[in-house]
């Protein structure tokens, strides 16, 4: 079985910056694309960040310029930037990723247990 297990939340004051790490345990045969996504109280949850082994990344218009993420394949681990950290961000930040458990297993989403990201003074 495999876990994503998020941490770097915390309180920070608008401008401020936090990075946020996710790991997946275990030992899964591949995994694909791992992504950042958000949900604030009484929203839908969105797409944040998203990166493919490769490297390629795509952002949210609402994040582009501020955040950053990038992955280490060789830990199973994704990272999250977030720079410039304005009120609008706070929400639960979950890290999702697309995973083979095995070599000839079907790939399925796994989503961590979220972390709470606040921007206030």
């Known amino acids: 079985q495999v876990q994503l297990v998020e941490s770097g939340g915390g309180l920070v004051q608008p401008g401020g910056s936090l990075r946020l790490s996710c790991a997946a345990s275990?030992?899964?045969?591949?995994?694909?694309?791992m992504a950042w996504y958000r949900q604030a109280p009484g929203k839908q949850r969105e797409l944040v960040a998203r990166?493919?082994?490769?490297?390629?990344?795509n952002y949210a218009d609402s994040v582009k310029g501020r955040f950053t993420i990038s992955r280490d394949n060789a830990k199973n681990t994704v990272n999250l930037q977030m720079n410039s950290l304005k009120p609008e961000d706070t929400a639960v930040y979950l890290c999702?990723?697309?995973?083979?458990?095995?070599?000839?297993?079907?790939?399925?989403?796994?989503w961590g247990q979220g972390t709470q990201v606040t921007v206030s003074s």
């Open positions: 999702n990723a697309l995973i083979r458990l095995t070599l000839y297993g079907a790939p399925n989403d796994y």
């Open positions: 990166i493919t082994p490769g490297g390629n990344t």
């Open positions: 275990g030992s899964p045969s591949s995994i694909y694309a």
